[in-house]
């Protein structure tokens, strides 16, 4: 690949880069069922990459048979703890390895500017599937206190056969933070990326097999969310569904288990994330991360930092700081590893957010910065930083994920009022408080419903913490160690001694 992460070494891996695109199962490379494919579009230049495999029903028997057979023969299972972490270990060096690689193949695919895609997106899904294999060996489980005559014990075991499927935003950390877990505790598993960014999931597979997982256990298969995602959702066989995207579709995941099989269900969903500024904060930190906890991924996040509520006394100044930081935001094209803020993902995703931007204006919000498509030559969708101020939480802008780099400003007179504004949302991932003052910052923490407060930063912590929210942001929690718990049973037994 590259060395140094210049334009012209990047422009010039990218004329030789090999796109892998079919489907993998059974630890190979297979076209889909039907030999259908779709096109991959890349949202960096606007062409096509490739045509990658567009698997159905049918693919999802077969995977899903195949994944079964993986987990009953217990080449995975039953091989001790100690030898499956020996494994994901060396799997998230590979990845590590293929840092240049993988990451180019993200920008391509999705147009997040390159320098995050490497040393964040990949760095952080190295990092998500090693943590999980380090903890398996050293987690006991539970002997529980009885008389002489008996022994009462409750242990874990794998669920069996977990369907993943993920969004788009964050290819491959978001797959990154299932897969840890889920092969870890033991489990085989079928990994369903968005149908606008397979290729680093594809190309993992790969890495998968050299890094020794037997063949089976990891599963991965390419195609559209209302065929393969459904299928895997509704499948008999399956035990386990581990999904992040959008609310609606979360819900959808719950309906096809209960139509189905009750299979365990988890879903991390979107969010409409608040950022609380009191006027004894840090200013200047608090403007630069309203600004950054907000157009980071070009606002494609979930836990994006899309409501500033800022106390009226200190509006003016921190707007002021925000603008001026917001301004010097390095916009272009997605390879140049000088781009902090690169390209939407494709054009329904653009239309959608250039419809929040009119619903906004015609709600009586006041736009005071960007609003519309940035003109330049990369062949990237790209859509200006952008804020609305006057607005009021009632609004749609202020009520519903736009995901997209548009921020609104909301002004309060105490704390009571913004933990109330905060709290006013079907949603709950994430929240931000900056203040100096500690009975303010623990009064926020013990009143906000959001699955994470951050205290005067955000999206900080690591996989030691879980990550995951309140609401119609979802059920259950990626990382830590909670998460393993999540795809296992528990079983308890008693042996009669007398
Ligand atoms: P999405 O449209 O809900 O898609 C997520 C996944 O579900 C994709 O693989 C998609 O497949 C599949 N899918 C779509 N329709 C389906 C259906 N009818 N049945 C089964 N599967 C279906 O979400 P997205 O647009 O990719 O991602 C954006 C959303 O993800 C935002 O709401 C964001 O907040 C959320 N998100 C949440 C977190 C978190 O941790 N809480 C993290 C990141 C993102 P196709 O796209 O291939 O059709
Ligand atoms: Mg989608």
Redo the contacts with the bound molecule.
Sequence with gaps: MFDELTLKNIKSSKENIIYRNQAFVNGEYTNSISGKSFPCVSAATGEVLTEVAECDEKDVDIAVQVAREAFDNGSWRSITPAERKQILIKFANLIEENANELGLLETLDVGKPITESINTDVAVAADAIRWSAEAIDKINDEVVPTGPNAVGTITHEPLGVIAA??????PLF?AAWKIGPILASGNTMIL?????SPLTAIRIAELANEAGIPKGVFNVLP????TV??AL?RHGDVNGIA????????K??LKYSAESNMKRVSV????KSPIIIMPDADLDAAAETAVWGLFYNQGE???ALSRTLIHESVKDKVLAKMLAIIRAINVGDPLDPSTEFGAIIDQKQFDRVMSYIAIAQQEGAKLILGGNQVKENSGALMIEPTLFDNVNNNMRIAQE?V?GPVGVIITFKDIDEAIAIANDSKYG?VSSVWTKDLSTAFKFKNCIRTGSVWINCHDAGDMTVP???FGE??VGR?RSLHSLHKYCELKTTWINLA
């Design positions: 499927v993920v969004p788009w935003n964050y978001m369903k990326p968005a149908e606008q195609g559209y969310g209302e995602g459904q959702g999904f992040t995207g959008s609310t609606v579709v979360g959808l995941f991390e969903c979107g969010g996040s979930c836990d994920e995901f991932l990550f995951g929210g942001s979802g990626d």
